[in-house]
């Protein structure tokens, strides 16, 4: 009899073994090697920008959905919009390369698990909410105006922007998140930005080398050291910041009342949850304002370089965003105020395409938990999900010219994709960038000062990327600003 139990049991287990390896699957993305799969296609950023773009290509051309195999993990790359907002609306804990930043961003809403995800961007919603970003435009056209400025050093010369860019990105990110003034902006200035550089080359590093995904020998390496180390720069930066903000809020008794026109910086919001409402730790607030600042100073600076690099391409463009600047301010010189906004509707439209074009971020990732039905193939739980903005971007949808710039696309609903998750530069699904509204804001603002003092001259023909976490140009990205009379 016990015998008999056996027998059944192992011809049960060898049947479902064999109907699962049966299982109907996407195809696999050319070039995959025995035991390391697509893993030598990462090795080097060039390299791992170029497997992204072949594997949307490739994903497009059957289906809308490939398998990419890094050693024996299967990826899911997605490109069809339908799939993708079906799988990330169902799966929405990040995979597991996000975990290699948990000590800097935690519980952060890029990083954290989907249940704590669900709890902190409810909470912080409300920091985000069109009353609070207006109270950000002051700010902006001051950080704008000074990036004006800081190129007209620069004029007639061919200029990697990069560092201006970074540099105005992180005044501007500091200042919305923190709050600072200018005397503790100094610190900001000096070591909180270089430690982010450094930790965005470290994840980087760890991300490429499956060695290094291990964390028994990641925990023992000197990159790991070093890792430690400039979360705790970073630490022993925030927290006197937070410890002032907190005596200062105390003192005027903790008004958060976000129906008004005051400066509120995400920090005060976050105080005031945390103390009011014991929403969070210390711990918890750092996490938060580091994902805020990572999160908003790369891709603003990738952003704006990549459309100052359009605008200078296309000349015609530009003009007819110069003209549209002049006519909503009157011609007058002056600052940007909430009411233009929404009247710049053109330059607008070049946003978007720029983004369209180039997402910063071209992929992202979840991690499956639950078995999952996509068209006519089953995802099984334990594996990976990718969705390829740059490939949903470049989809048949969009139509013949999907692979050309045309920011008149925008302007005329009958050529637009119908349907809302065509456009997707800022995420896909439930877990989209809480800061959508604010970049699209700060994008308006800091191009439309630019672009009315300066005529922007850029060559597209060279322009190469690499990925780093983000979309980042390499090669043919120079820019040359000359006065406008």
């Known amino acids: 009899m ?33 035991l390391i799969g697509h893993m030598h296609r990462f090795l080097g950023l060039e390299s791992i920008w170029n497997t992204i773009e072949e594997t949307s290509k490739f994903s497009l051309e059957n289906g809308g959905i490939s398998i990419l195999k890094i050693c024996e993990h299967n990826v899911y790359m997605l490109t069809d919009p339908d799939l993708s907002l079906m799988a990330f609306n169902i799966s929405l804990n990040k ?18 698990d989907a249940q704590t995800w669900k709890i902190h961007r409810k909470l912080i919603n409300p920091a985000f909410n069109q009353q609070v970003l207006n109270s950000f435009i ?34 501007i990110t500091s200042r919305i998140s923190l709050g600072l003034n200018a005397e ?70 903790y008004n958060n009342n976000e129906n008004d026109d005051k400066f509120k910086p995400l920090l005060n919001h976050l105080l005031y949850l945390a103390d009011e409402q014991n929403a969070f730790s210390d711990t918890e607030i750092r996490e938060h304002l580091n994902t805020f600042v990572i999160a908003a100073y790369d891709t603003s ?19 007819r965003v110069y003209n549209e600047i002049q006519e909503v301010l009157n011609n007058e010189d002056r600052d940007f105020t909430k009411n233009d906004l929404p009247k710049l509707v053109y330059l607008e439209a070049v946003i978007k395409e720029t983004l369209r074009c180039y997402p910063t971020i071209p992929i992202i990732g979840r991690q499956v938990d639950v078995d999952m039905k996509l068209g006519k193939y089953t995802i099984p739980a334990g594996s990976s999900c990718g969705v390829s903005l740059h490939g949903i971007h470049r989809h048949p949808m969009w139509g013949p010219d999907a692979d050309q710039f045309n920011p008149d696309r ?11 998750n065509a456009f997707v530069a800022f995420g896909v699904g439930k877990r989209y960038c809480i800061g959508k509204t604010y970049t699209m804001m700060l994008m308006k603002i800091a191009v439309g000062h630019i672009v009315r003092q300066y005529h922007v001259q850029s060559d597209l023909s060279r322009l190469r990327f690499q990925f780093e976490g983000v979309l980042q140009p390499t090669k043919g990205h120079r820019i040359t600003f000359t006065k406008r009379t």
């Not at 699962?20 to 699957?25: D, E």
């Not at 023992?220 to 903000?245: F, G, M």
Request: aromatic share 10%.
């Open 2 to 34: 016990v015998v008999a139990v056996y027998l059944i049991c192992f011809v049960v287990i060898s049947v479902w073994l064999w109907v699962r390896s049966r299982r109907l699957m996407p195809p696999v993305v050319p070039g995959a090697l025995p």
């Open 95 to 112: 995979m597991f390369l996000y975990h290699f930043t948990k000590d800097l961003m935690g519980n952060g809403l890029v990083t954290s």
């Open 138 to 171: 002051n700010e902006m056209n001051v950080q704008s105006k000074w990036l004006v400025s800081e190129l007209s050093t620069k004029l007639g010369k061919s200029v990697n922007v990069r560092k201006p860019l970074i540099k105005f990105t992180m005044n």
């Open 184 to 253: 503790d902006q100094t610190l900001i200035d000096k070591d909180y930005a270089h430690a982010f550089e450094v930790l965005s080359v470290i994840y980087y590093e760890r991300g490429t080398k499956p060695w290094l995904h291990v964390p028994f020998i990641f925990n023992r390496s000197a990159l790991k050291r070093k890792q430690d180390k400039l979360t705790e720069t970073l630490t022993n930066i925030l927290n006197p910041v937070i410890h002032k903000r907190r005596l200062e809020m105390k003192m005027n008794s």
């Open 301 to 319: 600076t990738v952003s704006l370089t990549l459309l100052l690099m359009m605008i200078g391409w296309h000349k015609g463009v530009q003009e």
């Open 410 to 420: 925008w302007l005329d609903p009958a050529r637009l994709p119908n349907l809302a």
